[in-house]
């Protein structure tokens, strides 16, 4: 079974600029998350989509973050301006909706703030 | 404040020399402790989920345990493979609908060949 995929895998930009990236979740799972993780800390929940409605988005930056999934499939995070404090790695993860099963990531787009 | 504290930050093994990873955790009524491997530049790979105390689930040199009130991720015998960062998280039933982890800083495992 092919994992969560995600684009790009780096990006580099100056401070008020934007970036978008781009997830696309393992077949099947109606449930979609966005976590960023800043080095040496633990993912952070940003967003969770339940088909093509949000779940959770307490902790999303809201004044600068946005994130859309149309159809219930793919999705894309974006961050206009960006400040330097979100240099980090943003993770995409997926599950099936049932809140016992796993979260299955991938690898991220690594996010430097210059 | 549902919360995720592990320990130690990092450790250093040789290879051969079993130890345990330690995660303690606060949380308004658990819904799953999860287990997660990340590599470096990787994303965190699935390991466990354990749903109540005295629980235990084992994969290759790994045995995971739990508690109310802390989880032991146990390696034994470990290669230079397992080398990677353990991540433990928490999901609680704060929130309803919503199935957010709760991650701790992880602990960063060196095993030497």
């Known amino acids: 079974e092919a994992g969560v995929a995600q684009s790009p895998r780096y990006k580099i930009i100056e401070k008020r600029q934007s970036v978008a990236f781009w997830c696309n979740p393992i077949?099947?799972?109606?449930?979609l998350y966005w976590y960023q993780q800043i080095l040496g800390q633990g993912p952070k929940l940003l967003i969770q989509?339940?088909?093509?409605?949000?779940?959770?988005d307490s902790q999303l930056p809201k004044d600068r973050f946005s994130a859309e999934r149309l159809k219930g499939v793919d999705s894309t995070l974006k961050i206009q301006p960006a400040k330097l404090e979100d240099s980090a790695v943003y993770l995409c993860?997926?599950?099936?909706?049932?809140?016992?099963?796993?979260?299955?990531f991938g690898d991220g787009t690594r996010l430097s703030i210059l | 404040e549902d919360q995720v504290t592990q320990s130690p930050e990092a450790l250093r093994l040789q290879e051969g020399e079993s130890s345990s990873l330690n995660c303690s955790y606060t949380?308004?009524?658990?819904?799953?402790l999860f287990w997660y491997r990340q590599d470096p530049g990787k994303g965190p790979e699935f390991l466990f989920t354990?749903?109540?105390a005295g629980e235990e689930k084992e994969k290759e040199r790994l045995k995971a345990t739990l508690t109310k009130k802390e989880s032991f991720l146990h390696i034994t015998a470990p290669k230079p493979e397992d080398s990677a960062t353990y991540l433990c998280?928490?999901?609680?039933?704060?929130?309803?609908?919503?199935?957010?982890?709760?991650f701790g800083t992880g602990t960063l495992l060196a095993v030497q060949p």
């Open positions: 949380v308004s009524g658990l819904r799953g």
């Open positions: 998280a928490v999901r609680s039933n704060y929130g309803g609908a919503t199935n957010k982890l709760i």
């Open positions: 989509f339940q088909n093509n409605g949000v779940v959770d």
């Open positions: 993860a997926s599950s099936h909706p049932d809140s016992y099963q796993p979260q299955h």
């Open positions: 354990l749903y109540s």
């Open positions: 077949s099947g799972h109606a449930t």
